[in-house]
Structures are given as C-alpha cells and as structure tokens.
C-alpha cells in the first residue's frame, strides 16, 4: 500500500507533466532523418516518421506549419526537420511537432522545381502539340512584368526601335515576392479577357532562383499554359530557367531577344510587302497573257469562222442515227416474224380445217351436234348433221352397220 504521504497522479496530470518537461527541454531541436509512413490528411495535417538505422520518431506537421512547403515530403525523402518535441496526452506517446523541414543534400526550392516539373510535364502542359505559332505581324503587344524595373524599359526601347507604330500595352505586375504570382496570373488573364491583344511577354530580369521563383509557381504556370493568346516568357538571362518558359508558347533567352522577336521591323515589312507585289503582279500578268491566247484559239477556231458548220454536222449525225434505228426496227420485226411462223404451222396442221381440206368429214348428232365418234352414238332415223370444207350436209340416219 503506498504511504500517507505519496501523491497518486491521474494518467492525464502525468502526460501533461511529462509533456511541459519535454517541451521545457527541447523548446527547439533539428532532427535528420529518411520519411517513412508518410500521411497527408484530408484536414491538411501531415503525419509520417523520421527514421535513420536504428531509431525512428513520430511527427505532426500542423496545417499552418504544412502550408509554407515548397516541396511535396514523401516515403524515402531525406530531410531536416525542426520543430519542438511533445508529447500526444491522449495516448501518451512522445513526437516532434515540426514547424519547418527542408530537404538533406539539395535545396528546398530546387527540389520543389523538380517536383513540380514532373507533375505538370506529366499533366501535359510542356506538350509541344499544344503551343501556338507566334503572329507574323502581331500590331498590339501586351507585357506583363514590374514597371519599374530597366527590363520594361528595355523591352519598350527595343519594341520602338524596330518598329514605332506597334502598340504596348503594360500589366503592370510585382514579379518577386509573395505577390508577384497572383499578379501575374491576373495580368495574363486580364490581357486574355481584354481580346485586342496580338502576343503576351511574361519576364523579368536575371537572379537567384529564390528571385525568380514566382515564374516557377503553379498558377502561373498554368495562366500561361491556358492563354488564347501567344506567350513569350523572358525571364532573366541565358542561364536562368523557369517552368513558365517551358509553358509558355516560346521561351526568350531574355527579355530584349523577346522584344526583338515580338517586334516586326518596318523596312523587312514594306520589303516583304513589295515582293508580294512584284509577285501578285507578274501572277496577273501571267493570267492575262493566257486567257488571251485561250481567246485567241477560240476565235480562229473553225466553230468560230464558220459556226453553221456545227448545226450541218449535227443535222447528219441526226439523219444517221435515224437511218440505224428504221434499219434496226425492220431488222428486229422481220427476226420476230421468222421466230413466229413455226408456231403458226404447226398450230395451222393441227387445226380440224387442215383435216377436212384433205378430203374427211365430222358427223355430229341433231340437235344436240355431239360429234359421232362410233355407231353406238346414232340410233336408226336419228337426224345427223355431216361437215364438209365447204359447209353441212344435213340428213336421217337408215341404218346403222357395225364391223
């Protein structure tokens, strides 16, 4: 039995105490260790445990903590995290509540680069089917980037140059910084939904990849992949590389080398237009030269010179083909006729009249002329009627003979 003076804790009050001396002790620690069971919960939480060889440690990331990630963790990502270690009160269990965590061996926003390049590249929006060709002649350019910046100006020194009667049209935009994204997403869609403009260039000028990393973030991305209108993305100088210039409908080595594409210059434009000239013209000079030497042929034709000679040659085709058809027709009935005549002779010498022509008779009974086949069909004094070729010869039966 404990003694009188020993204290009993509920499991509750221990946990707590437990939970303010761990807290007390380590207010702050960075542990290093390879992601394992990783969970992210619907409610924007992250669960998932640090583990080197020997050991492992239960870990929360809270929502507000979780949304300052550049980078998706996952099973087998090695990492730093830092946070404060805990204790969960309601299964006593002890963890490190993580408040940052950054990739161990490569930067944080080079490996978010990485990932979201993968994820987007398999989303098809770098798909080369889906860029639109640049407009040859665009009148109106729309450009959206800081307008403070040398780029701008840059860009608008360049445009002017090669051709002062093209249009510029600025968005203005922040292009570093939390900012800058919405901004230039809103500027890419406001030029879209405004429909005068020929070509988009989205840049800025050159920087470390934390500077440019506004042309890296998903929604402009995808303003870019979702433009109507063509993109050009101009962002810092050769060596730099955002995932707009792989969405975008082509990528500048810089934003001068985009105002150089974008802006078609005048002399090349009255040049390329006189040569269409020149080639429209001797088109249409060649047009004329054959349809006049096509009138030429026609007049001189003999249908031309002489056109009753197209009636008379019609005229005797007509007479010809009704010539073969009284031919045909006479052909075709005396054909018949020949088919037809054996028929009717054998029909003529199986006729009763061919019988009698050859010198018989037929007796028929009065007055029923039932034909007399035998002698038992008349009966003595019975009137007979006898029929010859040339009528009938009426009489009395005297007597009948038999065989």
Known sequence: MKEQSEQAYTVTAVNKMARYLLEESFPTVWVEGEISNYLHHGSGHRYFSLKDDESQLKCAMWRSHAAGLRFEPKDGLKVLAQGTL????????????????????????????????????????????????????????????????????????????????????????????????????????????????????????????????????????????????????????????????????????????????????????????????????????????????????????????????MLESRYQRLDNQVRLLHLLTIKRRDTFQQRAALPVSRLEALSPLAVLARGYSVTRTLPGREVVQSTGDVEPGQAIETIVLDGAIESTAKRILKK
């Open 86 to 309: 805990t204790i969960y009160e309601r299964n006593g269990q002890y963890q490190l509540s993580v408040r940052r965590m950054i990739p161990a061996g490569m930067g944080e926003l080079e490996l978010a680069f990485r990932q979201l390049k993968e994820k987007l590249d398999k989303e098809g929006l770098f798909d080369p089917a889906h860029k639109q060709p640049l407009p040859q002649f665009p009148m109106r350019i729309g450009i959206v980037t800081s307008p403070t910046g040398a780029v701008i100006h840059d860009m608008i020194r360049v445009i002017k140059r090669r051709n002062p009667k093209l249009d510029i049209i600025l968005w203005p935009a922040e292009v570093q910084g939390d900012i800058a994204p919405p901004q230039l997403v809103e500027g890419i869609d406001r030029l879209n939904e405004y429909g005068e403009v020929d070509l988009i260039i989205i840049g800025r000028g050159g920087g470390s990849l934390e500077d440019l990393w506004a042309f890296n973030d998903e929604r402009v991305v995808r303003a870019v992949y979702r433009s109507h209108i063509p993109v050009i993305s101009a962002v810092g100088h050769e060596v730099d590389l955002t995932l707009t210039d792989f969405a975008a409908d082509y990528s500048a080595a810089t934003p001068s080398m985009a105002a150089e594409l974008a802006a078609w210059p005048v002399e090349e434009f009255f040049a390329e237009l006189g040569r269409q000239v020149a080639r429209m013209d001797r088109g249409m000079r060649g047009m004329v030269r054959e349809g006049r030497s096509r009138l030429t042929a026609i007049v001189r034709s003999p249908a031309m010179l002489r056109p009753e000679g």
